[in-house]
């Protein structure tokens, strides 16, 4: 038994691709790709696929985690290309091979963000944008499965970048995201355009996962 890790793309109109789809979608893709892909045993057998941290829909990512194992040994490199010869555009894998860690060894994500503001400029917005996250606190309502609930979560916004041209301004953020605190990047774009006073078009990318101490996660 050989357990796998693979990482994939989910790019363009796959974005609007739920996680369930992919799940399935994958599932259909190994199948094609002939992979002798391990199922679980009992009375309905299934194929034994998992994934870590699925993005919310509209979200385009470049470190989508899938897990398998394969009951017999192929080249890791042949995996790659007999899944990619069968997989729709926007999905594509970047690599594959035995897992380091665990999911739930998750943390945190590097996202990249682009705003594209319908009336102000790039640089009157991101002028706002450091007010913003300046500011000595950002309380903001978090749905909880107790309820909402409100939160600071200015401790855990990590700014790596920010730069107006053109007509977008574009931000790297690092946000935690994980089993123990998840903050999804939209929470914070939904506090932030109220207090701009702008109304923008976005895209959000995330592009890598992390452990603790900014191991990135394989």
Not at 2 to 21: P, S
Not at 58 to 81: A, C, H, N, Q, W
Not at 98 to 125: M, T, W
Request: charged residues 25%; contains cysteine; glycine residues 6%.
């Amino acid at each position: 038994m050989l357990n796998i890790r693979v990482v994939f793309t989910k790019k363009g109109r796959a974005k609007y691709i739920g996680h369930l789809d992919v799940s399935r979608l994958m599932q259909r893709a190994l199948k094609r790709a002939g992979l002798p892909v391990w199922y679980t045993e009992g009375f309905n057998p299934h194929m034994y696929v998992t994934f870590a941290l699925p993005l919310p829909l509209g979200y385009e990512s470049e470190s989508e985690i899938m897990d398998l194992r394969l009951t017999e040994p192929i080249p890791f490199g042949e995996v790659k290309d007999r899944l990619n010869a069968v997989l729709p555009e926007g999905i594509y894998v970047l690599s594959v091979a035995e897992p380091v860690h665990k999911a739930a060894q998750i943390v945190c994500a590097d996202y990249e963000i682009r705003l594209f503001p319908e009336n102000g400029s790039p640089e009157e917005l991101l002028k706002q944008w450091n007010r913003f996250t300046t500011q000595e606190s950002i309380p903001v309502v978090k749905r909880t499965k107790k309820g909402p609930k409100t939160v600071d979560i200015k401790p855990d916004i990590q700014q790596l970048n920010a730069t107006a041209s053109g007509e977008e301004l574009k931000l790297t953020l690092r946000l935690p995201a994980g089993l123990s605190k998840t903050i999804n990047p939209t929470l914070v774009l939904e506090n932030f355009f109220p207090f701009c006073g702008e109304a923008c078009f976005f895209t959000v990318n995330r592009t890598r996962l992390y452990c603790e101490h900014a191991e990135a996660f394989r």
